[in-house]
């Protein structure tokens, strides 16, 4: 079965779960209309669907190459992008004054998700020049933003972000990367990158790259680093790619999956580059392309779940073997359908759990209010690592529907395990993220998490008459969330990042039954969607009581396993 993008589950979750209503009620976002945001919609799928979808196979079986120094993408990703540029979604939520549409962010997210479940290595292209664009607006001199971003909205140019370097991966603060003023505005950067995404095509005029360095002064660690934009080509005073910058692409990783996308290891050998914010500014910077793609990267791991969940069932439609308890596939065995109910139902909390951050990110900008900030800032990470862990989980779940078939490469079930994987690692480590929830988002002593917990239980109370069999569990769950995060907030961070992966997957468990009570609520007792509800419910969410335990263990019993005991 063909790739079909949800662009019918993200019309739902707009008008009946996140309420995209509320967005486009704000002046910032009062033209993006129903009809706007369904035209959006339709032709973004039909896009995917079309143009994209066809080039996944060939990226993976045809990698990008490094061929003299010059980087050779699969067959048809260079069409494939110029239908991504021409119809403008690389710039959808850019602002209008340097040629975006300043459309809500939410469009964006389910636009981007729907490419990457048609072909995520060529999607990564678009998703990381959107990162850079954010920044940009954010941090960037005037001059920098009238240079670069009509450019990379239009998708003439694309955008690379360098951080990771072989000493420096999550520690950041360990690069050594150096930049000297020249003494003419412009820098020379001297270091080398790895594990940068797309350093490098053969079908954009330009790729400017986004390098985080440090100054010959600057302090050591996070605080004495600086960002810089150092273009490939470096563009005259009308944007036009001149001269050769000094840097190159090294080599290309060979990786476990994403082979389209090509993963370069970035060498700098005094490249000039223009600073970007403040000296020693460039973690501030940097964060904001990288939340852009925390969000955006939870978003990968939801597509290819859909699209693994699509290949599964369209296999178990067709497969047949054994006397199957209804119909004459697999699709009528228990287990099968357990498997297959189940991956739906975590595909539609991943998703509302990724809408919902990405409604509140538009508030955020929209209103610039305090309880949309924190509401934002305690999604994204939730959002990052369950829908990254859910693409995971789903793309396994669809090599087992698949049997032994699914083991084998031509049936492609196992293409989207390889892909999706990186995704829990890149833009921080799921860890990383369940570090941050509770931790960073924790300093305001839990008043966030309480907010949207006590928004839970609410609307769970108001369900009870009508959907007692879903709002009562929901309930509970939310009084378990509740009472876990009373205890986090009051212990030690030792023992808050020994239970920081469970709390994240406790929260996601209780935001999921949340957004499916709502979806049956919307569609009806007797609906598709409250049967659905019903699994998630019954099955999956229970796991809530199982993740609680963990999260108080604390950290005594992982210290109290020597290192000689895990070597035995």
């Not at 309420?19 to 910032?28: I, N, W």
């Not at 540029?85 to 469009?107: F, K």
């Not at 240079?147 to 420096?168: D, F, R, V």
């Not at 999706?420 to 002593?445: F, H, P, S």
Request: charged share 20%; glycine share 12%.
């Amino acid at each position: 079965m063909p790739y079909r993008a949800p662009a019918d589950e993200y019309q739902f979750l707009f008008d009946h779960v996140v309420g995209l209503d509320k967005v486009t009620a704000t002046d910032r976002f009062e033209e993006a209309t129903a009809d706007v945001a369904s035209a959006i919609l339709e032709e973004a799928a039909k896009m995917s669907n079309e143009v994209l979808a066809p080039l996944n196979r060939a990226g993976d079986l045809h990698p990008a190459k490094l061929e003299n120094g010059v980087v050779r993408t699969s067959p048809g990703f260079g069409d494939g992008y110029k239908a991504i540029a021409e119809g403008g979604w690389i710039g959808m939520a850019a602002s209008p004054e340097y040629g975006g549409m300043g459309l809500p962010y939410s469009l964006q997210n389910a636009v981007n998700e729907m490419m990457g479940g048609a072909c995520l290595s060529l999607q990564l292209n678009p998703l990381m020049t959107q990162g850079q664009i954010e920044a940009l607006e954010h941090h960037a001199s005037d001059a920098i933003k009238d240079l670069y971003l009509p450019k990379l909205i239009s998708g003439e140019w694309c955008g690379t972000m360098n951080l990771t370097e072989p000493q420096a991966g999550s520690d950041v603060g360990a690069l050594k990367s150096k930049a000297e003023d020249n003494g003419d505005g412009t820098y020379a950067i001297t270091g080398q990158k790895i594990y940068i995404s797309w350093g490098d095509n053969d079908f954009s005029e330009n790729v400017c790259h986004l390098v985080l360095a440090r100054l010959p002064d600057a302090v050591p660690g996070t605080k004495g680093i600086s960002l810089f934009m150092v273009p490939k080509l470096i563009p005259d005073e009308n944007g036009v790619p001149g001269v050769a910058n000094s840097l190159k692409v090294v080599s290309l990783e060979h990786k476990l999956g994403l082979h389209g996308s090509p993963t370069a290891v970035m060498q700098y050998d005094g490249a000039t580059g223009w600073m970007i914010g403040k000296p020693n500014g460039g973690m501030a910077a940097m964060f904001t392309m990288m939340n852009n793609a925390r969000v955006g990267v939870g978003g990968q791991g939801i597509a290819v779940a859909e699209a693994a969940y699509q290949h599964a069932l369209a296999y178990a439609t067709d497969r047949k073997q054994g006397r199957a308890a209804q119909g004459d596939t697999i699709l009528g065995h228990a287990d099968v359908r357990r498997m297959l109910a189940q991956m739906k139902a975590d595909v539609f909390a991943a998703r509302a759990i990724a809408a919902s951050c990405a409604a509140a990110i538009d508030m955020q900008t929209a209103t610039g209010g305090a309880e949309w900030t924190a509401r934002a800032a305690l999604l994204t990470p939730i959002a990052k690592a369950f829908g990254t862990d859910v693409g995971i989980e789903v793309s396994q779940q669809g090599i087992q529907v698949h049997g032994g078939m699914g083991f084998v490469e031509e049936t492609g079930a196992a293409q989207f395990l390889r892909d999706v994987r990186v995704t829990a690692i890149y833009e921080g480590t799921n860890g990383i993220q369940a570090m941050d929830l509770v931790a960073r988002k924790m300093m305001d002593g839990g008043e966030a998490a309480y907010a949207l917990i006590d928004e839970i239980e609410a609307y769970a109370e108001e369900c009870k008459g009508t959907m007692p069999d879903l709002a009562g569990p929901v309930f509970t769950a939310a009084e378990t969330l509740r009472e876990t995060t009373e205890w986090l907030v009051e212990q030690e961070l030792n023992d808050r990042f020994a239970g920081a992966v469970p709390y994240l997957r406790l929260f996601a468990r209780v935001l999921g039954g949340y957004y499916h009570l709502c979806a049956a609520n919307a569609a009806g007792a007797d609906s598709a969607r409250a049967r659905l509800a019903q699994v998630y419910v019954q099955r999956i969410l229970p796991e809530h009581g199982g993740l609680a335990d963990h999260v108080r263990q604390g950290a005594q019993d992982l210290y109290a396993l020597t290192d000689e005991d895990l070597a035995a």
